[in-house]
């Protein structure tokens, strides 16, 4: 059977209702149940409970310590070996259950709900929060590896730098409905963000782009991050990408690094620029 954890909080409002208040009735179950949100039978235990601890209708609310507390816990609470209930122990399917969470012979990995209606047609019938709680605890269900933190590095010294879609504007130009994409700016160390607004995703507009947002840096960064953008990468590749001319010109002459991947060494970043400062913005002030 499945079982439910008992509240000490849940325990103490019951009983002080129970109790009553001044210059009103004494309550019966059912209102102390639709008071507290929870079942009339589990109302009747907690009351019962008390009484058999020395509890009485007459006694004031000094009378709920948590030694009274802790007895309707221990009366109320169901048995269960190590601290689980009688269904946990009906599971003496572990190694399956775990070769069925971690998928074993071309066999994808099985659902918790996949595997809750196999243990039925076994004759093993838990509840379905049971199996949750077993499959996680001891199956390796959602079990996830653990992600390694990279540093972010100095300030001033790397920038993210990528197009997002906007949507359509109307352009004040000639009237046309156009397509309005956003180059964004994102400082590594202090996640301040720029956006330059483009109708379109040439070099030209990057550049520009890139301009604008060294104004509103208050200097060019040593390291420039693009994710893949076209008028910058020729040929993408994991190991050895091919940037576009004009963007190694221009590179050049603002004196930064590009580093497609992130991967670049301090000290190759700390040389790679003389124009790159720290401005206050980039220090996160």
């Avoid at 079990?143 to 906007?166: M, S």
């Avoid at 956006?195 to 520009?208: E, F, G, M, N, P």
């Avoid at 208050?218 to 910058?232: S, Y």
């Avoid at 790159?276 to 220090?283: D, S």
Wanted: hydrophobic share 45%; glycine share 12%; net charge neutral.
């Amino acid at each position: 059977m499945a079982f439910r954890e008992v509240s000490v909080n849940e325990i103490r409002e019951v009983l002080r209702v129970w109790l009553g208040v001044a210059g009103l009735p004494a309550p019966g179950y059912r209102t102390i149940a639709a008071y507290c949100g929870l079942d009339r039978k589990t109302v009747r235990r907690y009351v019962e409970a008390a009484q058999a601890a020395g509890l009485r209708r007459d006694d004031d609310l000094g009378a709920v310590d948590d030694a009274l507390i802790g007895m309707v816990a221990d009366a109320v609470r169901p048995v269960r070996p190590d601290g689980h209930g009688a269904a946990w122990e009906l599971l003496g399917f572990e190694e399956q259950i775990t070769a069925w969470v971690a998928g074993t012979g071309g066999q994808r990995p099985l659902t918790v709900t996949k595997i809750h209606t196999l243990l039925a047609r076994q004759g093993c019938v838990v509840p379905y929060r049971t199996l949750h709680r077993f499959a996680s605890e001891r199956c390796g269900f959602g079990r996830k590896d653990l992600t390694v933190r990279v540093a972010d590095g100095d300030p001033g010294v790397e920038c993210q730098v990528d197009f997002g879609y906007l949507g359509m504007l109307t352009d004040a130009d000639d009237g046309r409905r156009r397509k309005v994409h956003a180059l964004i700016f994102t400082a590594v160390y202090s996640r301040h963000m720029f956006v330059w607004l483009s109708y379109s995703q040439t070099l030209t507009a990057v550049i520009a782009g890139c301009e604008a947002a060294w104004e509103f840096f208050g200097g060019v960064f040593a390291v420039l991050i693009p994710d893949n953008l076209k008028p910058v990468i020729a040929d993408a590749d994991a190991v050895n990408p091919q940037f576009t001319h004009g963007w190694l010109d221009y590179a050049g002459h603002a004196g930064f690094l590009t580093d497609p991947a992130g991967g670049l060494t301090e000290g190759q970043a700390a040389g790679g620029t003389g124009r790159a400062i720290c401005a206050p913005k980039l220090l996160g002030r």
